[in-house]
């Protein structure tokens, strides 16, 4: 079961301002465009937390004669809290769960959308054969990330690197240490390879497979580094507070020593069908 820390379901360390920027609709839409079209009746975001994908599908849904239904699924009550008092469609549920066990709150599904959460699970393989007990014969799994090898644009890996090695040296000057051993599943990275074969054992047959680049500003860097689950894959074992501050007086220095104002960064796409 993934535990969800009280720290780590504070809102100050929500994902939402990061939902905001506008390149973070287009690796989404981009996705959604390719699987949520008129014929599929249930549909689930898995992984919706506060609801900015529930949004979109919703959005995208909107003049469709019936309405699909959305079933939005998340571990955490704060984030399924927030979808729920944003979305009011009579056409969307949120359940709390976890991906591990979809099988047991979802009966089947013509769609699963798993929108920047699948880095997150442990068993990458085994959430993909859960999703597939889930989804009719010909029904279409969405997934996408920016956490996985192959994510950093040509040349920019020094920058990445040393945004952490400066977040580090500044908890260092405050007597805060990080751990090494606290390996966080946020870490543990596919490449765009792992995933189609991962897909394929789970009999999911990859229809696309794409990488997508986008800008990453310092504003969008501000925000993602202020998000408890990247705190906490990025800076194992620090307290939330201290870590976020870290991070962006570590990304201060960085951006200042190599005199960037943008980061660009790739998004792996990939949908799945069920055979
Ligand atoms: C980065 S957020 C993405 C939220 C949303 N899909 C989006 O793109 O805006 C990752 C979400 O995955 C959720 N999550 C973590 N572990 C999960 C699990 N085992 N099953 C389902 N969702 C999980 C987190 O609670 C969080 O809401």
Redo the contacts with the bound molecule.
Sequence with gaps: ??A?TPAADDDRFS??P??RHPF?GYV?RWILERVICPGREVIV??????????ELILERVRDQQPPPHVIG????PS?LAKARAAISSKFAEFVQ????W?SKLVKSADAV?????IH??PDKEQ?LKEIRRVLKPGGLLAF?STFFNGAYVEGTSGFWRRWIVRSVQTLREKGIEVKHSGHA?AMEWFSADQYKAACTAARLRPTTVELLRVDMTRQALIDIGR?S??IEGALPGVPLEEGAQALEVGLERTMEELKVESVPRHWLEVVAEAV
């Design positions: 079961m993934t969800i994902f939402t990061f939902t973070f989404n975001d898995l992984g919706c937390g506060p609801g900015a994908i529930t699924v998340d571990p955490s984030a769960g976890s991906a591990e979809l959308v798993f929108l920047n959460a997150l699970m959430v996408n599943a998000f689950l990247f």
